[in-house]
């Protein structure tokens, strides 16, 4: 199972379908990715356990996102005014 995963993370190329999201606009495909990336590292760092399985969100949401996106909400994070709950 865990090769398969590995595979299929080696293969991506874009974002795929996601059913939560099935309109045009993926704006908050986007953002509930870069989310998902972050709750993913914290949690897994928390518990000292390897981070690569959230490397998927973060392939996913650098596919999405505008790169100014990441940009603004990565420096938010770090002066600790970002609106999201991680």
């Not at 099935?22 to 590292?41: I, K």
């Not at 897994?44 to 100014?68: E, F, G, H, I, N």
């Amino acid at each position: 199972m865990a090769d398969t995963v590995e595979t299929k993370i080696q293969n991506y190329r874009t974002a795929p379908f996601d059913a939560r999201f099935p309109n045009t606009n993926q704006t908050r495909n986007c953002y509930q990715n870069y989310l998902d990336f972050h709750r993913c590292t914290k949690a897994l760092s928390t518990k000292d356990q390897d981070v690569a399985p959230c490397d998927w969100y973060q392939r996913v949401y650098k596919s999405l996102c505008p790169t100014s996106w990441v940009g603004k909400w990565d420096e938010q994070i770090e002066g600790g005014s970002f609106a999201g709950k991680i």
